[in-house]
């Protein structure tokens, strides 16, 4: 049984198992068509079932995109019932090409990363079961992804952290104001632009609300969101772009990561 920490982006073994796993849990990328079904079944009772997101190639409880045979994708199983818990999948630059870009372009207009998009990951699809959300399974993925990024000698991770739009845009509207006070103080970072902007014009509320606690997560890692919201009409959302240099990030998580 191999360890995910010793695994190289070009290798794809039936099984990559972390030993140790917490909790009960076990990390992996999926190599079966059983184990991607497994996944696509979990991202679609998470997606479509609870969150009422409508998609186009959704159906028989499965959700799957054009991208899925391009992404590595990574899931939590609990031991030893095998259930899937946690995925996230990963396109690296050279897959993207071949699958005729990332899915966030579209969303967004990329061409702001400039030369970042040489060794620009997308993540993406991240959904964990109900039972789960206490943050050890986001947290079990994002180190299989930060392991794999960084072995493979990548840099940049790039994904979208969507909001829900059900409380007329307070949420949305908080997590802007931070996001635009700190591209505002540095106007050499680097922005993508939405394809189809939520009117941030409406976004003046001031309802009291929180940032979501993945979007707090993502900043803590050293992420920035480095752009206005896309409107996302099948999950109702507001999209924010993050984006994460690798050699940016928090030193305590590049220790808890293996990275340092």
């Not at 207009?109 to 998009?117: E, F, I």
């Not at 969507?162 to 680097?190: E, F, I, K, M, Y």
């Not at 996302?232 to 928090?250: E, I, S």
Request: charged share 25%; net charge negative.
């Amino acid at each position: 049984m191999l360890e995910l920490s010793r695994v190289k982006a070009d290798v794809n073994p039936s099984a990559l198992w972390s030993a140790n796993p917490p909790e009960g849990l076990a990390l992996g990328l999926a190599s079966t068509p059983e184990e991607l079904e497994a996944i696509q079944r979990l991202r679609y009772e998470v997606f479509t079932e609870e969150m009422n997101a409508q998609f186009p190639e959704a159906c028989d409880g499965i959700d799957s995109d054009r991208f899925d045979p391009w992404c590595k994708h990574f899931m939590v199983r609990e031991v030893p019932s095998g259930r899937v818990v946690g995925t996230y999948r990963l396109l690296t630059p050279e897959n993207a090409r071949k699958a005729g870009g990332y899915y966030s372009e579209s969303e967004f207009d990329l061409s702001g990363l400039g030369h970042r998009c040489d060794d620009l990951v997308e993540v993406g699809r991240s959904c964990t079961h109900p039972g789960y959300r206490n943050g050890t399974v986001i947290m079990l993925l994002w180190s299989g992804i930060a392991k794999l990024v960084h072995e493979a000698g990548y840099r940049h991770i790039l994904g979208c952290a969507s909001v829900s739009l059900r409380d007329d845009g307070a949420t949305a509207a908080q997590v802007w104001r931070s996001a635009n006070a700190v591209l505002s103080a540095n106007p050499q970072a680097p922005r993508v632009q939405p394809l189809c902007r939520y009117p941030v014009e409406r976004l003046d509320s001031m309802l009291p609300a929180r940032v979501p606690p993945l979007i707090k997560g993502y900043l803590r890692l050293g992420a920035t969101i480095c752009g206005e919201p896309a409107w996302d009409p099948d999950f109702n959302t507001a999209d924010f772009p993050v984006l994460l240099d690798l050699d940016d990030m928090d030193v305590r998580y590049r220790r808890h990561f293996g990275l340092a």
